[in-house]
């Protein structure tokens, strides 16, 4: 089955520390990546997204994320954090169809 | 201020009644989704409508129903044959399902508690 996983659910770091959530995806052929992200009492919002050209792709917050197809993965990076990146991380696929694909999630926590 | 609207924000209902959650997009699009959020699982897709009168089962549709008479509207029906209908309701619309990579946009949420 076409699934999208997320190794990390919870991720607790300190105020300047380096980010970087997993995702990768179990099928080949064209794919669409985002990454969404929930903060606390928000909307569901875009960080950024993928659909071809330079697999390096930036987003807002200073948010990253790199494609790499051989490996199947889409992680988001950041290399510093703030206490205002707490939210709940979702990386998505769309496989041309129109439907996302979700993740489980990653809980991020930033103590200050 | 255009955007997704979901109403009511919290929803408590008596086990085996049917309960409808309201989204509502003034963006002008064609797509419109509902997502089921549960913890530890992401959102998964009950149903979506690419136009008007037109929809189609996403991944767990069963115990689930809606309609799209109009543009605006995309209302989510969860009746009493969802065994497990305590959850948060997200619903989102996109200006067209048929290009890939255009973005989703979502409303806030309802979240349903069944007792």
């Known amino acids: 089955a076409q699934s999208v996983s997320q190794h990390n659910h919870h991720v607790i770091l300190s105020e300047a520390a380096s980010l970087e959530l997993g995702c990768n995806y179990s099928?080949?052929?064209?794919?669409?990546l985002f990454w969404y992200v929930q903060y606390p009492g928000q909307h569901l919002q875009l960080l950024l997204k993928y659909f071809s050209g330079d697999p390096l792709v930036k987003g807002i917050k200073g948010f990253e994320a790199e494609f790499i197809k051989s490996k199947f993965s889409f992680n988001l990076r950041k290399p510093s954090v703030q206490w205002s990146d707490t939210a709940e991380y979702f990386c998505?696929?769309?496989?041309?169809?129109?439907?996302?694909?979700f993740g489980q999630g990653t809980t991020l926590q930033v103590k200050p | 201020d255009g955007g997704i609207t979901q109403s009511p924000k919290y929803l408590f209902r008596k086990e085996g009644q049917n309960v409808t959650l309201s989204c509502e997009q003034n963006l002008n699009h064609d797509a419109m989704y509902w997502y089921r959020q549960d913890p530890g699982q992401g959102l998964r897709l009950i149903y979506y409508s690419q136009i008007v009168n037109d929809f189609q089962k996403g991944d767990i549709a069963e115990g689930y129903s809606v309609s799209r008479e109009k543009k605006e509207s995309f209302p989510l029906t969860v009746t009493s044959a969802q065994k497990n209908p305590t959850a948060f309701y997200l619903c989102?619309?996109?200006?067209?399902?048929?290009?890939?990579?255009?973005?989703?946009?979502f409303g806030p949420g309802t979240r349903l508690t069944v007792l």
């Open positions: 989102a619309s996109s200006i067209d399902s048929r290009a890939p990579y255009n973005e989703q946009f």
């Open positions: 998505a696929v769309n496989r041309n169809t129109g439907k996302l694909i």
């Open positions: 099928y080949g052929g064209t794919v669409n």
